[in-house]
């Protein structure tokens, strides 16, 4: 699909999908939309919201200044995803211009292109933020595994519902090799608790095995 708008409207971009649900399902919590500039500044020199509490990287909708510049404080933005559907209303606090430099050595450590997530920032993210709060009426739609797409409360349930006092939790990229396995499995025996297996599904870097398959490979080892 072509991103595009009409008047208050944006249809996201798959990076902005996966943002937008962890925004709406507590997994980015504290946060309640995309950084506003004094979230945004703060974040990227010292990793600290405006409140002061600790985050490491900045949440941003970015977008080109064609699609931004008409934005005002106070409008209601709908964020759509490819199929159309409204997913959330953005209370736009502000409109500002990133400073990629910056942003991509405070945040990387490097300007080099080389690093995916500065190719992503310097080559394909708009060249403005739009900061404001979220207010979600659904999330993104996934026809694969949704028993286990579980929210941060979900797995707080579960954990609670197991008995675990305390767990490991790993998290994946790639398929367990059988050391991951022996080490994983050795330290919830150590801390007598249990063990989360936490896969990245979303988008990852090049090269990575698809997420269908690797997820086949954690279930297949999991008894």
Not at 8 to 25: A, F, I, K
Request: charged residues 25%; glycine residues 8%; aromatic residues 6%.
């Amino acid at each position: 699909q072509q991103r595009g708008r009409s008047d208050l409207t944006v249809y996201l971009t798959p990076r902005q999908l996966c943002d937008l649900e962890l925004l709406l399902n507590g997994g980015f919590a504290p946060l309640k939309g995309f950084l506003n500039q004094k979230d945004y500044d703060r974040v990227v020199a010292e990793m600290r919201l405006a409140s002061g509490a600790l985050w490491p990287m900045p949440i941003t909708l970015d977008l080109p200044w064609d699609e931004a510049s008409s934005l005002k404080a106070g409008t209601d933005l709908a964020l759509k995803d490819g199929d159309g559907t409204i997913l959330a209303i953005l209370k736009v606090e502000d409109v500002y211009q990133s400073d990629k430099a910056k942003e991509a050595q405070n945040v990387f450590g490097s300007q080099d292109k080389a690093h995916p997530g500065v190719s992503y920032l310097m080559d394909k993210a708009g060249t403005h933020y739009v900061g404001g709060t979220l207010r979600g009426l659904a999330l993104p739609k996934h026809d694969d595994y949704p028993e286990l797409r579980r929210t941060p409360a979900q797995v707080r349930d579960e954990v609670k519902k197991n008995g675990w006092a305390k767990f490991v939790a790993f998290q994946t990229r790639n398929p367990m090799h059988r050391a991951h396995v022996e080490l994983t499995v050795r330290a919830a025996k150590e801390i007598g608790g249990g063990l989360m297996v936490h896969p990245v599904v979303g988008m990852t870097k090049p090269g990575d095995i698809d997420h269908l398959t690797r997820v086949r490979c954690y279930q297949k080892i999991m008894p």
